[in-house]
């Protein structure tokens, strides 16, 4: 990948409540990398709430990236490993050069990776070229894996909260925080900071949310391929008690008897054993006490615009589809999601293998992406907040003979755009390409901006209004508004839904 941002000079110091940064700067922004946002998780603080960053005396350097969080694999096919390491709680930041005012707004941006991996390295997901429309731009890193998600009975007794699980959250919760206390420093408002995640990312602003822990902390959310609104009845583990019996089969797997062992292992040894079982969010009281659905139908959540979507061919850079076949179609669904009603499955005709393998593409971008943005965005405009809905359709020119090739408009496609990167691959982009990356670095800045995409030169971008809830902006070539064509499954999803929570969407079971 070319360089976005050449360490041209040092850049102007920068104080921090634990003391003076200097960074580099070059092309009209300056970055600060490795700052930390609080102290190392490791010994005692392993699988505890992230406590406050060290002060240090003397210009600390933030001139290289701080390593990734402890990891097993890469977030995106085709990136490099990351270096890791369990002292990671460190975020960047991405600002206009010689703006000391704290008058900008902020973009926040959460990685995703299945809450497994990932990494605030990776050059895609760079601020520079946004930093250069006037914001400022913070990537933040969070605990992964069994050290950022294990729930366990011990760490619930020894929890002042009686809870346990979600310490990747907590960290999220963490980092906002720092960006209101010290964003002014670089330029920033931090009574102006848009919150933006992609995939996991995306379905951590959805429960960031709704999370006291981060009530006040940010005033625009944005969610690209990611949401967690689906009925908890399909996803049971998402409890703090069936977390607590995985966590404690979990510790059995890397062979801990007890917290204590778990503690005295070396971080590597973690990863081992069901670590990808217990990767995940929980309900429980202190972080997330509500699944988002029942919050944002309670009107718990943020009274905040949001701009939310998806991509049109999601599956593809997930799932080998070449695989899919009529015969096995709803055995194979089901091993890989559990017990779906029938409903949702039967909503993608698989006659034959050739509509088997589009089928199943349809039905992942629908159960784990499309419905989740599609309800996000509704619950909010049904809140009377402004919420902006797209759909990605834009097949960048993977290269032929790459693990990337063939992906289409597919799972992360839309971030080389979003971020205006095109230029870090050599790639065979088009005048269109071009376009499209321009307009939708304008639309997120825009949103940051005003909470609004709109602004001169670009195609209008509707707000959606309930109860029919459409349009949703097409982002392809040319850019327009309409419906999203796969709105008749969607509507099944609804009914399948509305059917096991004993509610029609958006509303609450009677009592």
């Not at 921090?16 to 946002?37: C, I, K, N, S």
């Not at 049971?236 to 019996?245: V, W």
């Not at 503690?263 to 969010?281: D, E, F, N, V, Y």
């Not at 063939?406 to 088009?430: C, I």
Request: charged share 20%; with cysteine; net charge neutral.
């Amino acid at each position: 990948m070319a360089a976005a941002l050449p360490a041209l000079a040092a850049a102007a110091t920068a104080r921090v409540e634990t003391g003076l940064l200097r960074g580099v700067e070059g092309h009209g922004v300056a970055a600060y990398e490795g700052v930390p946002f609080a102290a190392p998780p490791v010994g005692p603080l392993r699988w505890r709430e992230p406590q406050p960053a060290a002060h240090w005396t003397g210009v600390r350097n933030a001139t290289a990236f701080a390593p990734a969080c402890l990891q097993l694999g890469v977030s995106m096919p085709g990136e490099p490993d990351p270096k890791t390491d369990e002292d990671c709680l460190y975020l960047n930041v991405w600002a206009p050069s010689g703006r000391r005012h704290g008058q900008l707004p902020v973009m926040v941006f959460i990685p995703g990776g299945g809450y497994t991996n990932g990494a605030t390295s990776l050059p895609l997901y760079w601020g520079d070229r946004l930093a250069r429309r006037g914001v400022v731009v913070v990537t933040v890193a969070y605990r992964l894996g069994p050290l950022g998600y294990l729930a366990h009975p011990e760490l619930t007794a020894e929890s002042p909260h009686h809870s346990s699980g979600n310490y990747g959250l907590m960290d999220q919760a963490a980092a906002l925080a720092w960006v209101k206390r010290n964003i002014a420093a670089f330029g920033g408002d931090p009574g102006r900071v848009t919150l933006f995640g992609q995939s996991a990312g995306a379905m951590s602003v959805s429960m960031l949310m709704v999370s006291p822990l981060s009530q006040g902390l940010f005033q625009r959310a944005i969610g690209e391929s990611g949401g967690l609104f689906e009925p908890l009845q399909l996803a049971p583990q998402y409890s703090l008690a069936a977390a607590q019996k995985d966590g404690e089969a979990y510790a059995k797997s890397v062979g801990a008897a007890s917290l204590a062992d778990l503690r005295a292992l070396p971080g590597a040894a973690l990863l081992k054993g069901q670590g990808w079982k217990i990767s995940h969010p929980v309900v429980e009281p202190y972080a997330l006490p509500m699944a988002p659905y029942d919050a944002f139908v309670a009107g718990r959540q943020a009274k905040i615009p949001v701009l939310v979507g998806w991509n049109a061919q999601e599956a593809r850079s997930l799932t080998d589809l070449s695989t899919a076949k009529a015969v096995t179609f709803t055995e194979d669904i089901r091993k890989a999601f559990g017990p779906l009603p029938s409903a949702l499955i039967d909503a993608y005709p698989h006659a034959d293998d050739a509509q088997a393998v589009t089928a199943r593409g349809d039905f992942e971008r629908d159960l784990r992406f499309a419905w989740d943005d599609w309800a996000w965005a509704r619950l909010q405009a049904m809140a009377g907040q402004p919420a902006y809905a797209y759909r990605f359709e834009r097949k960048p020119p993977f290269p032929a003979g790459t693990v990337r090739a063939g992906w289409g408009a597919s799972h992360f496609a839309e971030l080389w755009y979003v971020f205006d990167h095109l230029d870090q691959e050599s790639w065979a982009w088009t005048d269109a390409d071009r376009r499209l990356a321009d307009a939708m670095a304008d639309y997120w800045v825009n949103f940051a901006k005003t909470g609004d995409p709109n602004g001169p030169g670009r195609p209008a971008w509707p707000k959606l209004s309930m109860p029919e809830g459409g349009p949703v902006l097409r982002l392809d070539d040319p850019v327009r508004p309409g419906p999203p064509p796969e709105l008749a499954t969607l509507k099944i999803f609804d009914g399948v839904y509305s059917t096991l929570r004993g509610a029609p969407f958006g509303k609450a079971k009677a009592p």
